[in-house]
């Protein structure tokens, strides 16, 4: 049964990964409501974010490689400091900073206290709300070319929440982008390209504890299991990216807003009832 529950979860992994809806929260929430009602624990989602954010690198396989060689030949002088592309990867670089400094202060918590459907609930909704005004407010004038300094570490910022479940790491990050100016689509791309080091640096992180046979560090799944579900996660994840950016090109958030307000309510209702614990 854990074969199958494994990849449900990659499937809701990929499904939600780079929506503004939060992985996380709806992996904890899906797994109170499998058969063993475990939670697949911090471990689970950060490897299987493995497969979402490889799909990112395929699916920006280009702009990724450019902005990389612009990076190194900046280093090297052999391409002006201004340059856009080494721009971007140094910007990159600095909005990471904020998520992995405040991912190492508060790791204990992320991994229990904060693992809580109560806070999953509330965050749903107060964070649906913020994309619900940053949505209508923007002025959507700024591209990733304006992206500056202080612009890029604001999202670096905005990104850190994502380590509180129900912020949703494209969510905060999106909002924040709105909130500047970007368009709807420049913020997404952002987002998607800056959670690339967050991501990996967590989920190898993760690996190495389960390799290095840490008890408890994988959770209920065993490693088959979590790779099943970081594969499923990859190909459905590859699939939402390209539905997302069409999507958002035409249409608001508002679809995504009432979705986070309505799971909120929800889970609101079903620990009230008793029908799940927080």
């Known amino acids: 049964m854990n074969w199958l529950e494994a990849a449900i979860l990659g499937l809701i992994q990929g499904l939600t990964e780079f929506l503004p809806i939060s992985s996380s929260a709806h992996l904890f929430v899906v797994g109170k409501f499998l058969p063993t009602g475990a939670d697949p624990g911090a471990a689970f989602t950060a490897v299987s974010q493995l497969g979402t954010e490889t799909a990112v690198i395929v699916f920006f396989w280009r702009d990724i490689v450019r902005i990389i060689t612009a990076w190194f030949g900046s280093l090297r002088g052999k391409v002006p400091r201004n340059d856009p592309d080494v ?47 940053a949505d209508n407010v923007a002025s959507q004038e700024r591209e990733l070319k304006d992206l500056s300094l202080k612009h890029g570490i604001i999202y670096g910022f905005a990104q850190a929440l994502a380590l509180i479940p129900g912020v949703s790491r494209s969510g905060g990050t999106i909002t924040a982008g709105l909130l500047m100016g970007y368009t709807r689509e420049s913020a997404a791309r952002y987002s998607f390209l800056l959670a690339i080091p967050a991501v990996f640096g967590s989920g190898f992180y993760e690996l190495y504890k389960i390799f290095a046979k840490h008890e408890g560090a994988q959770g209920p799944f065993g490693i088959g299991e979590i790779a099943l579900a970081t594969v499923i996660a990859f190909v459905v994840g590859y699939l939402i990216i390209g539905w997302f950016l069409k999507f958002i ?25 008793g029908v799940i614990t927080a």
């Open 249 to 273: 090109s035409t249409k608001s958030f508002r679809p995504f807003v009432w979705y986070r307000i309505a799971l909120g309510l929800a889970l609101y209702l079903l620990l009230g009832l």
């Open 87 to 133: 721009r971007m990867g140094w910007l990159v670089i600095i909005g990471s900073l904020p998520i992995a400094a405040l991912g190492v202060i508060f790791q204990s918590q992320i991994e229990s206290t904060l693992r809580n459907l109560w806070i999953v609930a509330t965050t749903l909704i107060v964070f649906g709300l913020i994309l619900a005004v």
